[in-house]
């Protein structure tokens, strides 16, 4: 687990600017919030810092969590967006506040890192991080993902680059889950698996 920020980088979090998320620190501390995977750097001039969405849920929180990890498991002590098959989790209102927030800094995180502040297409943290970007569309808009108990939508990676593969229980899951990822800005198309016959989608970040 990644150690916590200090007191002071605690303090520049919580002074972040709270509709843009805009930092104000030292380069060192800046670069530090940068490795914790709480801060980014915007790429055009003057390059300043913005949280990223696990800064904007640390702010949110009394203890500051380890920056997110596409791999860690769903007992993490950070947000993970469920990609479906895990154990069940905790749900009610409190994972709806997460899902929310989670998606509500990944806007934000496309919106500072355009130039047009557009926010219909994914980021550069999407295209890294294709199954948790994807699941999280997915949870967000309300899908819910398989686990032991109940089935649901499954997302997983693929040979393909920029493609995630997206499995769900029947017809009308998987039609429902094409039009979320359509509209929160992925190349969708459906196939069928050569072997099962299953119906499948196939998505990917839309560039333009």
């Given at each position: 687990?990644?150690?916590?920020?200090?007191?002071?980088?605690?303090?520049?979090?919580?002074?972040?600017d709270?509709?843009?998320?805009?930092?104000?620190?030292?380069?060192?501390?800046?670069?530090?919030?940068?490795?914790?995977?709480?801060?980014?750097?915007?790429?055009?001039?003057?390059?300043?810092?913005?949280?990223?969405?696990?800064?904007?849920?640390?702010?949110?929180?009394?203890?500051?969590?380890?920056?997110?990890?596409?791999?860690?498991?769903?007992?993490?002590?950070?947000?993970?967006?469920?990609?479906?098959?895990?154990?069940?989790?905790?749900?009610?209102?409190a994972?709806?506040?997460?899902?929310?927030?989670?998606?509500?800094?990944?806007l934000?995180?496309?919106?500072?890192?355009?130039?047009?502040?557009?926010?219909?297409?994914?980021?550069?943290?999407?295209?890294?991080?294709?199954?948790?970007?994807?699941?999280?569309?997915?949870?967000?808009?309300?899908?819910?993902?398989?686990?032991?108990?109940?089935?649901?939508?499954?997302?997983?990676?693929?040979p393909?680059?920029?493609?995630?593969?997206?499995?769900?229980?029947?017809?009308?899951?998987?039609?429902?889950?094409?039009?979320?990822l359509?509209?929160?800005?992925?190349q969708?198309?459906?196939?069928?698996?050569?072997?099962?016959?299953?119906?499948?989608?196939?998505?990917?970040?839309?560039?333009?």
């Amino acid at each position: 687990m990644t150690r916590p920020p200090t007191a002071a980088q605690r303090r520049i979090i919580d002074a972040a600017d709270p509709g843009t998320g805009r930092l104000r620190g030292t380069p060192a501390q800046l670069a530090a919030l940068v490795r914790h995977g709480l801060a980014f750097r915007h790429p055009r001039p003057p390059h300043d810092h913005f949280l990223t969405p696990a800064g904007h849920r640390a702010r949110e929180a009394a203890d500051v969590p380890a920056p997110e990890a596409p791999d860690a498991g769903a007992g993490a002590e950070v947000f993970v967006a469920r990609v479906g098959g895990e154990p069940a989790g905790p749900a009610g209102p409190a994972r709806l506040r997460e899902v929310r927030s989670a998606w509500q800094g990944l806007l934000e995180l496309r919106r500072m890192t355009r130039p047009d502040g557009a926010v219909d297409r994914p980021c550069d943290w999407e295209r890294t991080h294709l199954v948790r970007a994807a699941a999280l569309a997915l949870e967000a808009a309300g899908h819910r993902p398989a686990d032991e108990e109940r089935d649901g939508y499954r997302v997983r990676a693929t040979p393909q680059p920029e493609a995630v593969a997206v499995h769900a229980p029947d017809a009308g899951f998987l039609r429902a889950a094409a039009g979320t990822l359509t509209e929160a800005g992925w190349q969708v198309g459906e196939y069928t698996e050569p072997r099962t016959r299953a119906r499948y989608l196939l998505a990917s970040p839309r560039r333009t």
